[in-house]
């Protein structure tokens, strides 16, 4: 039904940005939530920050003032903006997504895209 691709990852320097982006496809009339989780190595997954459909969005602490999420819903794309990134922000980052509306049903997921690796190292 629906799928969730992510692309962007890839390594930076400390210091550095990087731009996350993630494209779901399928019968989608309008989709609730659009986000980002990550999964940094041998550590639980964690929110990253989401964006809703009305416009509100939630930041992890540790990301607050440096990652930016931004979403067109025209599009049903979401991005994540990384920048000041530091070796502690490297993880496997997923696309996230809830309350997926098509034409005749609802889903209220989530969805989860394969993830892309961001690694932040000198």
Same mark, same amino acid.
């Given at each position: 039904?629906?799928?969730?691709?992510?692309?962007? %990852?890839?390594?930076?320097? &400390?210091? =550095?940005?990087? +731009?996350?982006?993630?494209a779901?496809?399928g019968?989608?009339? /309008?989709? *609730?939530?659009? %986000?980002?989780?990550r999964? &940094?190595? =041998?550590?639980? +997954?964690?929110?990253?920050?989401?964006?809703?459909?009305?416009? /509100?969005? *939630?930041?992890?602490?540790?990301?607050?003032?440096?990652?930016?999420?931004? +979403?067109?819903?025209?599009k049903?794309?979401?991005?994540?903006?990384?920048?000041?990134?530091?070796p502690?922000?490297?993880?496997?980052?997923?696309?996230?997504?809830?309350?997926?509306?098509?034409?005749?049903?609802?889903?209220?997921?989530?969805?989860?895209?394969?993830?892309?690796?961001?690694?932040v190292?000198?």
């Open positions: 039904q629906v799928q969730l691709v992510e692309s962007g %990852g890839g390594l930076v320097q &400390p210091g =550095g940005s990087l +731009r996350l982006s993630c779901a496809s019968n989608i009339v /309008s989709i *609730n939530v659009l %986000g980002w989780y999964r &940094p190595p =041998g550590k639980e +997954r964690e929110l990253v920050a989401v964006h809703t459909r009305t416009g /509100s969005t *939630n930041y992890a602490d540790s990301v607050m003032g440096r990652f930016t999420i931004s +979403r067109d819903s025209a049903n794309t979401v991005h994540l903006q990384m920048n000041e990134l530091k502690e922000d490297t993880a496997i980052y997923s696309c996230y997504a809830a309350g997926i509306s098509g034409p005749t049903d609802f889903d209220a997921g989530p969805f989860w895209g394969q993830g892309t690796q961001v690694t190292s000198s």
